[in-house]
């Protein structure tokens, strides 16, 4: 079985410059889930999404950060404009459902902002 | 208070030892928690998951919960080098999202 997909797997971009993440979660999996994991710390949720909804996204940075699952299976997490703390890596995680569930993540990307 | 506190280390055991990593959390009402396994540069791999009160065994991992006491702990027999990592401990809390501790970070001596 197909794990986690994401890319891409380093970017390094420039304050108040734009970027995109995408992430293609195992397949049958309603639940997708983006973290935000800076060095030394836990992974923090930014967003999760049942089916194309969106459950949480309290955590979530709305006045730059985006997110979507138009069609309830890949997602893009989009940065505008980028802060130097934004640096971290951004992971995707999937479940089968929510709460409860196991969550298994994808190899994530490593962003740079200078 | 965090909702999930572990210590960062690092835990040093020498080959072949227990180790053994701690967790708490601070939400009575959070029912399912998870370790997991972060190797530097990787993102964190899932290798134990806890439900009930009392301990779960997978092969050389044994997860233990203690609900009375919001205690979650993993034990690791026969320790290895290869199991040097970081261990994240997450639980589902009130808001029923995932949440991690910042990890420990375990170091098995050769």
């Known amino acids: 079985e197909a794990g986690v997909a994401q890319s891409p797997r380093y970017k390094i971009i420039e304050k108040r410059q734009s970027v995109a993440f995408w992430c293609n979660p195992i397949s049958g999996h309603a639940t997708l889930y983006w973290y935000q994991q800076i060095l030394g710390q836990g992974p923090k949720l930014l967003i999760q999404f049942q089916n194309n909804g969106v459950v949480d996204d309290s955590q979530l940075p709305k006045d730059r950060f985006s997110a979507e699952r138009l069609k309830g299976v890949d997602s893009t997490l989009k940065i505008q404009p980028a802060k130097l703390e934004d640096s971290a890596v951004y992971l995707c995680?999937?479940?089968?459902?929510?709460?409860?569930?196991?969550?298994?993540f994808g190899p994530g990307t490593r962003l740079t902002v200078t | 208070q965090k909702e999930v506190e572990q210590n960062s280390g690092p835990l040093s055991v020498p080959e072949g030892a227990i180790a053994s990593l701690n967790c708490t959390y601070s939400d009575r009402g959070s029912q399912s928690f998870f370790w997991y396994r972060q190797y530097s540069g990787k993102s964190p791999e899932l290798i134990m998951s806890i439900y009930s009160n009392g301990d779960k065994e997978d092969g050389r991992f044994t997860a233990q919960l203690n609900k009375a006491s919001q205690y979650v702990s993993l034990l690791i027999r026969d320790s290895q080098p290869s199991d040097s990592a970081t261990y994240l401990c997450a639980g589902y809390t009130g808001r029923r999202a995932l949440t991690f501790g910042s990890g420990t970070r375990l170091q098995v001596q050769p």
């Open positions: 995680a999937s479940s089968l459902g929510l709460y409860s569930y196991e969550q298994y």
